[in-house]
């Protein structure tokens, strides 16, 4: 698999707006060079609606609505959306509801009994989820009805994680207009949306979870650091004795991945600043490209400042450690946020079952 920067990097990229498009152009080039079929169990909402027909007719995906068909026709014709090209599955279909548990239940690896299947299939949600289990589908599209917590739980009884996963994870890649750094605008944050405070085996499976989305969806070498308040010692407590000791967990893990800390965030994405700060040799300070926060809160914060303070883009959250892909919306998403999504979605689910 080629690069996605099609010209290496930040410094040759032409820009839109103030942002760099590289990235959002290849995504979108891969996503419709391998198209995949997406399920979206929640397309009443206008601007989902809108943003997952538009998928299907500019050829990011093969665009399939679970819903009721003239209910959706309704809602399609009350907000001007044409739903040319897009396939309606009726969500009340007890007949296909029925084949899907079937099918389910012939799995190997499957995790809940038939009678569970087939009620809670109630939910759009688990029977887009029952649907891409059985191969249907290739990625599960949710999220501005659905909470994180909701679609994490269904997901984990249908789909099941991935062999080796500590813990389900969310990472977000940030496109941040302005940012000089050598290691390019494209920084990956983990984990603002799952894991509240995670223990240092938690932040390791994390941080291994994220080096391998980073590097699938960006076609760049993962620097990853572990950020705290302290940087290599300068600060003592729980917090970074927990950090520490997951940064040594994900090393002996994967000696293959460039991760270190644990580091301040100006050490660890400030060139300058790292090379003060840490007076050792290190890979990953001040070049860092892929930051691992000490809990949800901190990431949380972080991401929505960027968001607020400066001119950027997100794309994600990217949910890692399932056996399949599923996509998180946010709530505060646009029309624009999710038609990105889809094609990030489109090219994490190219790399197989595991996200």
Known sequence: MGPLLKRGGPDSSHSKEGITVDFLESIHE???ANKKRIIFPECRNPMMLRAATR??????????ILDNREELESIAAQNGIDLGGVEVVN???????????????KLPGKILGRKYVEKSMRSPVYMALVMEAVGDGDVTFAGLETTTYELIMAAQGIIGFSKDVVCPSIMLIMEIE???????????????GI???????????????CCDSFKALVGKEPRCAFLSYSTDGSGTGEGVDRV????????ENRP??????????????????GAKKVKRESDVAGHANMLIFPDIASCNIASKLIQQFAPSRTYGPVIQGFNQPIVDCSRGDTEETIYNNIAVSSVL???????
């Not at 689910?349 to 996200?355: E, L, P, V």
């Open 91 to 105: 969500a009340e279909d007890m007949e296909y509801r029925a084949d899907l548990a079937e099918r389910y239940a």
């Open 55 to 64: 998928a299907e007719q500019e050829g990011l995906a093969d665009v399939v």
């Open 30 to 32: 891969r996503a419709k």
């Open 195 to 209: 894991n509240v405070l995670p223990t240092s085996g938690q932040l390791a499976g994390i941080a291994v979870s």
């Open 349 to 355: 689910a190219s790399f197989g079952k595991k996200a």
């Open 178 to 192: 302005g940012f000089k750094g050598d290691q390019g605008n494209l920084i990956g944050m983990s984990d603002g």
């Open 244 to 251: 520490r000791e997951g940064v040594r967990i994900a090393r």
């Open 256 to 273: 293959d991945l460039l991760i270190d800390g644990e580091f301040q965030a100006d050490a660890a994405v400030n060139a300058r600043i």
